[in-house]
């Protein structure tokens, strides 16, 4: 066997192993911080990734990483932006204790009158079926879970595709804790008094919706990036823009937007772009 080509089953080995993914998205849930940002397109066979994260001022970026898969650049993306991670907070001391902390402010308990009436209302089942009504179908929330003292497990539920998040609660059970934090993110949803003419396309996440067109829809490549910035230090102004690429060649290019950071940038740009790969 070549030596490049054992190199590369080793990382991906490596990869699998040690899971770089799922440990930024751990993280990010402990500091109570958003999902972190995913720019994916291809070039015949490779792939590229590059993942920002937003961390209070600071815009953590891990860089371009190429693989023959997407799923071993987002891997790759994922570990470069752990060491950013690391390194900030190696940097500014102050946020090991605040991002340990963060996330546990608010922790409600489900008492047992709460239990009763969340098996009979099920609205774990009542999101299930929002995300099934729209158009498209939004992906299901997650639900993460933590066991602390005495036997108590915290939950909480995290609807990625809009970027909702409910508080935690902890109870006794692991499916009280779901049906809890599910009935927070019904009082969160858009139009959650059960209408079905949700415009999907001003609540889905357009950055999430992109990478989805590419790995199952019919657009072949894409990206969005900041491509200005103007303004002082305190009042900064970035200008993003993007394009995209149909399988059958057909390219198409967004308008510029704004917004007063990357983040806002980019998604303001990705709803532009979405928008005119829906017309197309």
């Known amino acids: 066997m070549p030596d490049d080509t054992r190199a590369h089953e080793d990382l991906v080995d490596e990869l699998k192993r040690t899971n770089p993914k799922g440990r930024l998205w751990e993280a990010c849930a402990a500091r109570a911080l958003p999902a972190p940002t995913i720019q994916h397109g291809w070039s015949a066979d490779r792939h590229r990734v590059q993942m920002e994260l ?90 993460e879970m933590r066991k602390v003292a005495g036997g108590v497990q915290w939950v909480r539920g995290r609807l990625d595709t809009l970027e909702l998040a409910s508080p935690w609660f902890a109870g006794g059970r692991r499916k009280d804790g779901e049906q809890a934090a599910a009935e927070a993110l019904l009082q969160l949803l ?64 967004g308008g510029a937007a704004e917004g007063s950071s990357k983040r806002a940038a980019i998604t303001a740009a990705s709803r532009a772009l979405l928008e005119l790969v829906d017309e197309s």
């Open 54 to 143: 937003a961390y209070g001022p600071w815009e953590l970026r891990s860089g371009q990483h190429w693989g023959d898969s997407r799923k071993v650049a987002e891997q790759l993306a994922a570990q470069a932006l752990l060491d950013e991670l690391d390194a900030l907070e190696r940097d500014e001391p102050s946020l090991r204790t605040a991002g340990a902390t963060a996330a546990d402010d608010d922790v409600f308990e489900v008492a047992e009158d709460d239990v009763a009436r969340l098996r009979q209302s099920n609205p774990k089942g009542q999101v299930y079926e929002w995300c099934q009504r729209q158009r498209p179908p939004v992906r299901r929330p997650k639900f």
């Open 190 to 253: 858009p139009a959650s008094d059960g209408a079905t003419d949700v415009d999907a396309i001003a609540t889905v996440n357009p950055r999430t919706r992109l990478n989805d067109l590419v790995l199952h829809g019919p657009l072949s490549e894409c990206e969005v990036e900041v491509i200005n910035q103007r303004g002082p230090a305190h009042a900064r102004v970035f200008t993003a823009r993007g394009w995209a690429q149909f399988a059958d060649g057909r390219r198409v290019q």
